[in-house]
């Protein structure tokens, strides 16, 4: 987590939980707290911060422990308490998001959430009666993509399409958020800079706050945060004239006739798919029409080798 977001676990996460938890959390061991990437609060059950190496259980005096029954135990009020300061105790104003099963704090912090879920039909109404949060600290890597942006830049004014296939957790939002901040700015001397439409149907890329992004994202960049794929980059495409759109975690048929959409108004495209190969991704049916023609001229794929954004190949086509 290190020193930077340290600081952000102190502006903007400590502030919003139950005084309760602010109170055990805020005992903790700062080289401890400086390598947590999400707290997890299930009701009736241990709290748990969870670090690149695993997890830890908290007891009341903010000691770690190995032993669940040494641990304390989160009360469903402690967690009502804290989802009540995370939206100002107006949980009717962020109905939308609490359908999508998250939402976003200041900073661009993500909490993911989950309860009884009240259906219309075979769809998500709302969720009520909520059990337990998952708090997953913002991670903006500035220079991320230092690694792969040459390979994907086209001279001075333009880039090649590229997707980006990884597993879960390996880093994948935080390179793709990283090129599209580079791609937006441009590289003195050597790349002008792009407009750049982003489609952050889940608030992961700009990690955006009552619409602005909180995170890094270039000076040349437009983002629609929590739209769906398919009319979020038709809607740029008609708003904003993006010389590329950017979207994250593709998977359905009908986020690729977008995809191909955007492609034939003449719009370079960069998108991410969970996977672990690129056999693996081609075979999914849901994708073929992506791989018929080459249309992506570089895939990057991602492990966690050497820790989270390893790079185990760059493929040119």
């Known amino acids: 987590m290190g020193t930077k977001n340290y600081k952000l676990l102190k502006q903007d996460i400590l502030p919003v939980l139950a005084p309760s938890l602010r109170q055990i959390i805020g005992q903790v061991a700062d080289r401890k707290l400086k390598k947590i990437l999400e707290i997890r609060l299930r009701s ?7 670090e690149p190496k695993g997890e830890l259980m908290i007891t009341s005096k903010g000691e770690v422990t190995k032993n669940s029954r040494q641990a304390h135990t989160v009360s469903k009020q402690e967690v009502q308490d804290t989802l009540n300061l995370m939206t100002n105790s107006s949980l009717y104003t962020l109905e939308e998001e609490l359908r999508s099963g998250y939402l976003t704090l200041s900073g661009g912090h993500r909490v993911g959430l989950v309860g009884q879920v009240i259906r219309d039909r075979a769809k998500i109404k709302r969720i009520k009666h909520i059990a337990a949060l998952n708090i997953r600290f913002c991670q903006e890597v500035i220079g991320a993509a230092n690694g792969v942006i040459n390979q994907i830049i086209n001279g001075s004014n333009d ?3 590229t997707l980006i296939i990884s597993p879960p957790r390996c880093g994948k939002t935080t390179l793709l958020r990283d090129l599209v901040r580079q791609i937006s700015n441009g590289i003195p001397k050597q790349f002008n800079g792009l407009k750049v439409g982003v489609v952050d149907e889940r608030s ?15 000076i040349r960049t437009d983002l629609l945060d929590r739209a769906p794929k398919p009319e979020g980059i038709l809607l740029l495409i008609r ?7 950017v979207t994250d975690e593709i998977g359905t048929k009908e986020d690729v006739d977008i995809l191909l959409e955007a492609l034939n108004a003449g719009v370079r495209v960069i998108t991410t798919v969970h996977g672990s190969n690129l056999a693996e991704v081609k075979s999914r049916p849901s994708l073929a029409k992506l791989f018929k023609d080459n249309i992506f001229k570089r895939i990057i794929i991602l492990s966690r080798a050497k820790g989270p954004g390893t790079i185990e190949k760059i493929i040119k086509y």
């Open 239 to 245: 708003s904003m004239s993006p010389n590329v759109i």
């Open 204 to 218: 992961e890329i700009g990690g955006a706050y009552q619409g602005v992004a909180q995170n890094q994202i270039g």
């Open 159 to 161: 880039i090649y399409n």
């Open 44 to 50: 009736n059950n241990p709290l748990l911060l969870e």
